[in-house]
C-alpha cells in the first residue's frame, strides 16, 4: 500500500491507499523536531489500530510546504517501512504540469497537488480554495496548467491576530452564526459575523473577480478542514473535496511509476 504524507504548515497528513481508494488517514501537529522514532511510535499505533501494520506499507510519497520537516519524515520512510520516498516535485515525481507564473519554484507543493487533482476530476478551468494556515486560491485552466492565484492569512491566523492584537477581545470558536444577521449584539457575535461573514463575502467577492478575469465558465472546488464551514451559507462552492492534496500525491506517484 501507499502511505501518502501531505506535511503542512499546521498539520502532517498520513493517508493509506490502495488501489486509488484512502483506506485510513490520521494527522498530527507540524512540528519539524518531530523525530523518525517518534512518527513510527504513533503510527505503529494507529495502523494497528485499523488492522495493518508497518510492514504493509510497500511505498511512499511526501509533499511538504515545511522544508526542515522533510528529513525527518524521509528517514521515517526508509528506517521504518524500507523504502526510499519520492519527493513530490523532484526527481521521478515532478510535477509534470506547467506552472505559468513568473516564478515557478516558488510555488507550493500543496498547491500544485490540488491543481493536479481538480483537472483530473473536472473539465474546464478551476478554481481550487483551499482552507489552511492561509487561504489560497489557486487557477488551473482546462489545460490542466497551474496559473496562479492568491495567498491571504487563513481564518484561523486572522482570527488570533485579532485576539492577539486587541486586549479585550475574547477569543472564540470559528463556527457558522445561528442568525444570517449581520449586526451583532453582544461582542462575541460581532466578531463571529466579522470573521465568519468577512470570510464568506471575501471569498464570493474574489471568486466573481477570478471569473470575471478568467472570461470562460468555472469550476470551484473547496478543500481543507474548514472547507464544509460555508458550504451551507454561501452558494460559491461546485464542489467540497477534503482529500484533494492526499488525491493529487496519489496522482503523482501513479504518474512516476507507471
Given amino acids: ?14 493517508a493509506l491507499i490502495k488501489d486509488g481508494d484512502i483506506r485510513a488517514r490520521w494527522r498530527i501537529a507540524t512540528d519539524p523536531r518531530r523525530t523518525a522514532d517518534e512518527y513510527a511510535v504513533w503510527l505503529r499505533q494507529l495502523l494497528d489500530l485499523e ?16 522544508p526542515r520537516a ?11 517501512f524500507k523504502v526510499e520516498p519520492l519527493i513530490a516535485g523532484q526527481g521521478s515525481a515532478e510535477w509534470g ?19 493536479i487533482a481538480a483537472h483530473a476530476a473536472h473539465k474546464g478551468d478551476k478554481i481550487v480554495i483551499d482552507f489552511g494556515t492561509a487561504t489560497t486560491f489557486e487557477v488551473v485552466d482546462y489545460t490542466g496548467a497551474y496559473k496562479g492565484g492568491i495567498i491571504m492569512p487563513g481564518i484561523n491566523l ?17 463556527e457558522a ?10 461582542t462575541e457575535d460581532q466578531m463571529h459575523i466579522g470573521i465568519y461573514w468577512g470570510y464568506v463575502s471575501m471569498m464570493e467577492g474574489l471568486v466573481a473577480r477570478m471569473k470575471a478575469e478568467i472570461g470562460r ?5 473547496a478543500t481543507g478542514g474548514l472547507a464544509a464551514l460555508f458550504e451551507a451559507h454561501s452558494d460559491v462552492f461546485d464542489s467540497i473535496e ?12 501513479e504518474r512516476a511509476t507507471a
Fill in 51 to 66: 488492522g495493518y501494520a508497518l510492514a504493509d506499507v510497500t511505498a511512499v510519497i511526501i509533499g511538504t510546504v515545511v
Fill in 158 to 174: 486572522s482570527l488570533d491576530a485579532l485576539v492577539a492584537a486587541a486586549a479585550k477581545l475574547p477569543r472564540i470558536a470559528i
Fill in 177 to 186: 452564526p445561528e442568525s444570517r444577521s449581520v449586526i451583532g449584539r453582544t
Fill in 1 to 14: 500500500m501507499l502511505l501518502a504524507i501531505d506535511a503542512g504548515n499546521t498539520n502532517v497528513v498520513f
Fill in 97 to 115: 504540469v506547467t506552472l505559468d507564473v513568473v516564478e515557478p519554484r516558488t510555488v507550493g507543493a500543496d498547491r500544485v497537488l490540488n491543481s
Fill in 217 to 221: 465558465p468555472v469550476t470551484v472546488i
Fill in 242 to 253: 477534503p482529500d484533494l492534496t492526499i488525491r493529487g500525491l496519489a496522482m503523482l506517484y
Fill in 70 to 80: 522533510l528529513h525527518n519524515l524521509s528517514v521515517l520512510s526508509e528506517k521504518y
